[in-house]
């Protein structure tokens, strides 16, 4: 096997020359450049398995380096060099294609692991190993809204920039996180994922960076973060307009520094992790309200994928329906469940403020209820006239009340059968919204813990 070559673009001797070192410990051949013109005759001469460029070079700018390779030699991943500090110009620099950022000083221990994560994926794309058809068989639709959002996945998953995924509740955000860590480098590392809304505020810190033994009252032993559990692959921070202020503070710099204080540390940890963020709401206006740092929503905002809801990709629903059902069959054993031409009409008509989760919950509470394996519109339990919602909406203000998966009228089923199918799709969807916090869900429900577990045992929901 021929030995992997890089190209480094720099000005300045000190750094072409403590590259070539390092990366000549790492057994990488070193093409070392001044310019941006000398990058052009290299590039254009041979291929390179990774580059470093710095950000200002004699005639031109790293930019140009990073945009040249983006277009031209898409398999190269490209770092950009930069000042410390200078974010702004970090996060300019993965929106124009590069794969990561390094600051200067140059940290050695970062370095390499940056080094090897690029490599990898220079590996996989020419391999054809990054596996971008596998969202295939998990987000599924064929939308051209759809096929948008895999085509986007693919293509942030090339890379280490933060991104941000918006969409209304129940549209799959930590399905579509889930791929853009799947089909990168960092699939081989741990993919994190944690609802900020569903930590309390006081144990926020510890749950992020982790504490030492005695350093609060019931720290009996160490105990790693988050951060630290995701340390080589992905942290996926949903619902990330929950976060209070002081702990958004505390975030950005862990960001930025890549390394995290325990309580009760004396020194920092460094942690090598990718940022994915989701929200159900409009951050940008939270932003403008002064409910979320300007500063965290431009560092981990530096691409934004939008989810659409269902109602904007409504040719999907029967698809949708048919893999959710196949599921349902596989978990209890028994039959595919099989949707009348009525009841296909009444799903069709249906605006899903609940996305796909809630045709997930319609489905399941249809196969319970149905004769045999026919689901009618009666099974669906759907309102008899759902009005529909302006598709133009980008966000929503949270899922629809629970009332919208309850039967039609009180008088088609008995009293007591209608309250409790109130209840049980109103604690059901409160649940899956809190990832089955049951603190969290009482909070939303606005009920105490205690009245959820009588509730959860009258209803039998396990």
């Known amino acids: 096997m ?18 070539t070192i390092t990366l000549g410990r790492m057994d990488l051949a070193v093409h070392a450049v001044g310019t941006v013109s000398e990058a052009r005759r290299a590039l254009a001469e041979r291929s390179f398995d990774l580059c470093f460029t710095d950000m200002r070079l004699p005639d031109g700018t790293g930019h140009e380096v990073v945009e040249l390779i983006a277009a031209q030699y898409p398999d190269t991943p490209v770092a950009m060099i930069t000042a410390y500090g200078n974010v702004d110009a970090a996060v300019s620099a993965l929106k124009a294609g590069a794969f990561d950022f390094v600051s200067k000083p140059v940290d050695i221990q970062m370095l390499r692991r940056l080094v090897r994560t690029a490599l990898k994926l220079a590996e996989e794309r ?27 996945i693919a293509k942030l998953a090339r890379n ?15 399905l ?8 990168g480098p960092r699939s081989a590392g741990p993919f994190v994922p944690v609802n900020c809304g569903a930590i309390p505020s006081e144990l926020m810190e510890s749950e ?11 720290a009996h032993a160490d105990k790693e973060g988050l951060f630290q559990a995701a340390h080589g692959g992905t942290l996926f921070l949903d619902e990330v307009a929950e976060l209070p202020l002081h702990m958004q503070v505390k975030l950005l710099r862990a960001i930025q520094e890549k390394a995290v204080r325990p309580i009760g540390a004396r ?84 605006d899903f403020p609940g996305n796909v989760r809630e045709l997930e919950n319609i ?7 149905c004769e045999g394996d026919t689901i009618t519109p009666a099974d669906l339990m759907l309102p008899q006239r759902a009005p529909r919602q302006p598709a133009a909406a980008p966000f929503a203000a949270g899922p629809a009340p629970a009332a919208a998966e309850a039967p039609a009228s009180p008088g088609s089923v008995p009293l ?47």
């Open 176 to 183: 579509v996180a889930r791929l853009i860590h799947e089909q």
């Open 208 to 218: 992020f960076f982790g504490h030492r033994k005695g350093s609060f009252t019931g």
């Open 160 to 174: 280490q920039a933060p991104v941000y995924i918006a969409g209304e509740s129940g549209v799959g955000k930590e």
């Open 363 to 369: 489905l399941e509470r249809a196969m319970a209820m």
């Open 267 to 350: 020194e920092e940890v460094p942690v090598d992790v990718r940022i994915l963020s989701a929200t159900h709401k409009n951050l940008a206006g939270l932003v403008e309200q002064g409910q979320f740092r300007q500063d965290l929503f431009y560092r981990i905002n530096v691409i934004e994928l939008r989810v659409p809801p269902l109602r904007e990709r409504r040719g999907d629903v029967p698809l949708l329906a048919e893999h959710i059902l196949r599921q349902l069959a596989a978990k209890s054993g028994g039959a595919v469940g099989r949707l009348t031409a009525e009841a296909k009409q009444a799903l069709d008509d249906y």
């Open 416 to 462: 007591d059968d209608y309250i409790s199918n109130l209840e049980r799709s109103a604690i059901i969807k409160a649940l899956e919204e809190s990832r089955y916090n049951k603190t969290a869900a009482a909070r939303k429900l606005g009920i105490t813990f205690r009245a959820l577990r009588y509730k959860l045992k009258k209803l039998g929901i396990d």
């Open 2 to 19: 021929s030995q992997q070559t890089v190209l480094v673009v720099d000005d300045e001797r000190d750094i072409r020359e403590l590259l």
């Open 126 to 152: 020419r391999s054809g190993a990054a596996a971008a058809g596998r969202a295939g068989d998990r987000l599924v639709g064929d939308s051209p809204a759809m096929q948008q959002v895999r085509a986007t």
